[in-house]
């Protein structure tokens, strides 16, 4: 448990220094005082299920990711179309050379789609 806790207080300090906040601005967004941010990020303390849910909500990724580290749950916190995840999944399994195909195509299309909605 102790080693499951201790990625728990890595992974919330790397997110919350990913986007640039600091521990008070996380306590404000999970409705914390930023002490215990640090308590979590010490490994001194550990947060009730509410709170865990809290924090994951505050920084985008979900209470699995937070407690466990699993780098799909990471991707799976912020993709609603679970069909779009697989395909995207699949695609990292690719060479770079198809990659880069696939990155020009999805460049394209969305440049499309921001050019129409300007011109409405």
């Known amino acids: 448990m102790t080693e499951k806790l201790d990625g728990f207080a890595q992974r919330l300090k790397?997110?919350?220094?990913q986007?640039?906040?600091?521990q008070t601005d996380l306590g404000q967004l999970a409705g914390l005082h930023y002490t215990h941010i640090g308590r979590f990020e010490r490994g001194t303390s550990r947060p009730?299920?509410?709170t865990l849910k809290r924090?994951?909500?505050?920084l985008g990724v979900t209470s699995d990711y937070l407690l466990d580290g699993a780098a799909d749950e990471a991707a799976k916190a912020r993709f609603e179309?679970?069909?779009?995840?697989?395909q995207f999944q699949e695609v990292e399994q690719l060479p770079d050379d198809d990659k880069n195909v696939?990155?020009?195509l999805l460049d394209a299309f969305l440049t499309k789609k921001h050019l129409q909605a300007l011109a409405r």
């Open 102 to 104: 696939i990155k020009k």
């Open 81 to 86: 179309d679970r069909e779009l995840l697989k």
């Open 14 to 17: 790397e997110l919350r220094k």
């Open 48 to 50: 009730s299920g509410d």
């Open 55 to 58: 924090l994951a909500d505050a």
């Open 19 to 22: 986007k640039n906040l600091s």
